[in-house]
């Protein structure tokens, strides 16, 4: 697969070609199908179709407490109508109703024979044996009909599908034991860097706490990934290669030591271990120094994607948003939802490159838009911590003015507004 245009020079793949590398690489290794109950399904890829096995609701009961009435019966109303029967919630009346005669219905009961609408207990009064009717209703009324949810034979959900909350309550309600579902592709963040420190505890000249060995199992257990382990190596080429190539899991990102520094050890040791490079120099900022590819097949484990992420703590959780989150979905038969488009809350500054600028959702007047989070350097956290968002702004001579509708991107396990 050619997946850059080859007229682009080396180092400047877009944002759009990238993510479709990406994308492409985890469509080319799915995990495992697996079948789980929906409640343990929840935040999983369906992996096949599911059909509608019986109509719902399945069978015709009344949506309020109250008395099922025939609606001929109350056009008189108000009108006194001898009870002979009651129809519970899981207790149907063993007997229909007559004309001229009510039953007690409860919410979701099944509707007695005969009966073709429901009068509210707050529309009516019981005496003696009988209900009074104050209001008269039309046949239909307060009714839900068995089928006019869904019918038994159509399409339910469609593989691919996230199951979220409401999806489960679709599974759950046609009884459904059992659906077939992605299993979560596990992930080994490969950390590098002797500065820093693991751990929190006393900084030693020249040291940093870790960050990015908490920020990609967050941002990744946040968009699906399964278990996310993180191993350390040194600033060192045998010690990279060996963690590279003894990494498990269904993907392997590792993050800094992938620029051009002396000490920077990935992308060779990548090489070193036969890696099939697919792209690796972003028209991105932060996040330019990105590597995307698979490694081969290797002590028992087969290929499998890999991205070597910049270790600036801002251009690791910037790409890992907009390459890893697609690849992981990818692996799993997902659907990669598009990005949203928000018009700009003030002018964004020029730069040379596409910016993935950390950003917030805002609702004004107008509708959503979005905000852009103060000085952006790749170093920056504050505007990490603010973020809930990623505003993608093409490279630009000029500002592009407030107004200018950008993409925007949702991070994983981030809330607008929250
Ligand atoms: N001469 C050039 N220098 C640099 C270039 C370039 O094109 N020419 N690119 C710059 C860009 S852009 C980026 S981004 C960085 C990426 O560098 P690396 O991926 O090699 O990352 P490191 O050098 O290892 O670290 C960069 C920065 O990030 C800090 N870091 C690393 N890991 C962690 C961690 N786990 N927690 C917190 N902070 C971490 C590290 O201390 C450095 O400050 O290269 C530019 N240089
Ligand atoms: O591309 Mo680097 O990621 O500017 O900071």
Redesign the pocket.
Same mark, same amino acid.
């Given at each position: 697969m050619p997946p850059v245009d080859p007229t682009r020079r080396a180092g400047s793949t877009t944002v759009a070609d990238a993510r479709t590398v990406a994308i492409t690489i985890g469509g080319e290794h799915p995990t495992a199908v697996e079948r789980l109950s929906p409640a343990a399904a929840a935040g999983r890829v369906l992996a096949e179709d599911v059909v509608v096995p019986l109509s719902l609701p399945p069978f015709d009961n009344s949506a309020m407490d109250g008395f099922a009435v025939r609606a001929a019966d109350t056009a008189a109303a108000p009108v006194a109508l001898p009870l002979v029967a009651e129809s519970r919630a899981g207790h149907p009346a063993a007997e229909g109703l007559v004309p001229g005669t009510a039953a007690r219905i409860s919410t979701g009961a099944r509707m007695p024979e005969g009966a073709d609408a429901v009068v509210r207990v707050e529309d009516a009064d019981e005496e003696d044996g009988a209900v009074r009717v104050r209001v008269a209703v039309t046949a239909g009324h307060d009714v839900r009909r068995a089928g006019e949810d869904v019918r038994a034979g159509e399409p339910a959900l469609a593989a691919g599908a996230l199951l979220h909350a409401g999806r489960i309550a679709l599974l759950g309600g046609l009884g459904i034991a059992e659906v077939a579902v992605a299993r979560r592709p596990t992930v080994t963040v490969v950390?590098?860097?002797d500065?820093?420190l @693991?751990g929190g505890g006393e900084l030693a000249d020249g040291q940093?706490?870790? *960050?990015?060995?908490? @920020?990609l199992p967050a941002l990744l257990a946040a968009a699906g990934a399964g278990t996310v382990d993180v191993v350390r190596v040194g600033?060192d080429r045998d010690a990279t290669i060996a963690a590279i190539g003894g990494a498990g899991g269904d993907v392997v990102v590792t993050?800094?030591? @992938?620029? *051009?520094?002396r000490?920077?050890h990935?992308r060779p040791a990548l090489a070193a271990l036969g890696a099939d490079e697919r792209a690796y120099g972003l028209d991105l900022? +932060?996040?330019? +120094?990105?590597w995307i590819g698979t490694l081969p097949a290797a002590d028992g484990r087969g290929a499998r994607p890999a991205f070597?992420? +910049?270790?600036? +703590?801002a251009?690791?959780l910037v790409t890992a948003a907009l390459l890893v989150v697609p690849a992981l979905r990818a692996m799993t038969g997902g659907v990669v939802p598009p990005p949203l488009r928000l018009p700009l809350t003030e002018a964004a500054p020029p730069g040379r490159r596409t910016r993935a600028l950390r950003a917030r959702r805002v609702a004004d007047a107008d509708g959503m838009a979005v905000a852009l989070l103060g000085p952006q350097q790749?170093?920056r956290l504050r505007p990490l911590a603010d973020a809930d968002a990623l505003a993608i702004v093409p490279a630009a001579d000029a500002p592009t003015p407030a107004g200018t509708p950008v993409d925007v991107l949702p991070l994983p396990g981030a809330e607008a507004g929250a």
């Open positions: 950390a590098t860097g500065e820093v @693991v940093v706490h870790d *960050v990015n060995g908490l @920020v600033d993050c800094g030591g @992938v620029s *051009v520094g000490h920077d990935v900022q +932060p996040g330019r +120094p990105t070597g992420l +910049p270790g600036n +703590p251009s690791a790749s170093h």
